[in-house]
C-alpha cells in the first residue's frame, strides 16, 4: 500500500511539473537560473544549516528531563525526519521522530507522539502568524486585490485561533478529542485517549514553566521569520524584488499548499502556487524558478540526513507495517 501510494504522489508530482514547464519559455527559466546573484543565493544556502539546527534544539528544549534526548540525539532525529520528508507526503517524517523516540526508549509511545506534533503545532502557528500579518498587509496596502485573499485571510486567521486553543487550553482539546473518539471506529479509541491523556500531560508541564513557554513561542516566530527571509532572499539571488511581508504571505501559502498529502514532499504543488502566488510580482519564469530554489530547502538537509538513515531503518520497517495495518 505504501509503494502504491508513492508511486501516485511521484505520478501526480510530475504530472503538474510537465504542466508548469510545458506552459512557461524555457529559454526565460534558464536565464534566470544562470544569472543567479550567487552571494544571495549562497547566504540563503548557509541559513539551512542554523534553521535545522533551531529546529532540532527546539524539540531537544520541549521534551522532559526524564526523556534524557541531547541535542545531538534531537538534531539525529530531524535529520532522519528530513530524509522521510523528501519521500512522504505533508511533511510526516516529522511524525516519524515519535517512532524513533519509543525506539531508542526516551519516551511511551503516546508522549512521544504527543510532543512530536505538539513542537510541530508551534511550527503551522508560527507560519500562520506571520501568513496572516503578510495577508494583513496585502489587503490594507493594495487596491484591486483578488477577494480569494480576503478568503485566504478569514480561513487562515480562524485556523490560527483553532491551533492556539488546541495548544492553550485542556479542556478546549478535551474537547476535540471527545469529538474525534465520536468519529474513530472503537477499536482505536484506546489510542485516541491514550493521546489525549499524553496531550494534555504536555500541555499541563509547558504552560506550567512560563518562561520555557515564552522561548518557544518566540522561538518558533523567530524561526519562521528566518525562514521566511531566506525565501526572501532566493527572490533576491534571481535578481528580482517582493515586499517583504507580500512574500511571507505568498510564501506562508505556497508551503501550506505544499503540505497538502497528493504529491512527493510537496514537489509539484508547492511550485504551482509559487508561481500563481508570485507571477503579477516577478513574473512566471522567475516564479518558477523560485519554486526550484525553494525545493533545495527540503532535499539539501536530506541529503545531509542520508547517512544517519541506516541507524533508523528498524524505525522506516514499523512505520511501513503500521501503515499497512493502517493503525
Not at 504530472?15 to 514547464?21: D, H, K, P, S
Not at 533551531?54 to 526524564?66: D, E, G, M, Q
Not at 541507524?311 to 511501513?320: A, E, G, W
Amino acid at each position: 500500500m505504501i509503494y502504491t501510494r508513492k508511486i501516485i504522489a511521484t505520478f501526480i508530482s510530475l504530472t503538474i511539473l510537465a504542466v508548469i514547464y510545458y506552459q512557461i519559455d524555457l529559454n526565460l527559466l534558464g536565464q534566470a537560473m544562470s544569472g543567479l546573484n550567487w552571494q544571495w543565493f549562497g547566504l540563503a544556502i548557509a541559513m539551512i544549516a542554523p534553521l535545522t539546527a533551531a529546529s532540532a534544539w527546539r524539540i531537544c528544549f520541549l521534551a522532559p528531563k526524564n526523556a534524557k534526548l541531547s541535542f545531538f540525539q534531537s538534531l539525529n532525529l530531524t535529520l532522519m525526519a528530513s530524509v522521510l520528508n523528501a519521500v512522504l507526503p505533508s511533511k510526516l517524517g516529522d511524525i516519524a521522530r515519535s517512532y524513533a523516540l519509543v525506539e531508542q526508549g526516551h519516551m511511551p509511545t503516546a508522549d512521544a507522539l504527543s510532543l512530536v506534533i505538539f513542537e510541530k503545532a508551534w511550527d503551522v502557528l508560527a507560519l500562520s502568524f506571520w501568513c496572516s500579518v503578510g495577508l494583513v498587509w496585502m489587503l490594507l496596502s493594495s487596491n484591486g486585490i483578488s477577494p480569494l485573499f480576503y478568503i485566504i485571510a478569514c480561513a487562515i486567521i480562524l485556523a490560527m485561533v483553532l491551533g492556539g486553543m488546541m495548544v492553550a487550553s485542556t479542556s478546549f482539546a478535551n474537547g476535540i478529542f471527545s469529538i474525534a473518539l465520536n468519529f474513530i471506529p472503537n477499536q482505536k479509541n484506546n489510542k485516541i485517549e491514550l493521546l489525549q491523556n499524553a496531550w494534555c500531560r504536555t500541555l499541563t508541564d509547558f504552560w506550567s514553566n512560563k518562561p520555557k513557554a515564552a522561548i518557544v513561542i518566540n522561538g518558533s516566530i523567530f524561526l519562521w521569520l528566518m525562514h521566511l527571509f531566506q525565501i526572501w532572499l532566493f527572490i533576491l539571488a534571481l535578481n528580482s524584488n517582493v515586499p517583504f511581508l507580500d512574500n511571507a504571505a505568498m510564501a506562508s501559502l505556497a508551503i501550506f499548499i505544499g503540505l497538502l498529502p497528493f504529491t512527493l514532499a510537496g514537489i509539484g504543488t508547492r511550485d504551482a502556487a509559487i508561481i500563481f502566488f508570485y507571477q503579477p510580482f516577478i513574473g512566471v519564469p522567475t516564479a518558477a524558478a523560485l519554486g526550484l530554489l525553494c525545493t533545495l530547502r527540503y532535499f539539501l538537509p536530506a541529503l545531509v540526513g542520508l547517512p544517519f538513515i541506516r541507524q533508523y531503518l528498524v524505525t522506516v520497517r514499523r512505520i511501513k507495517k503500521d501503515v499497512k495495518l493502517g493503525t
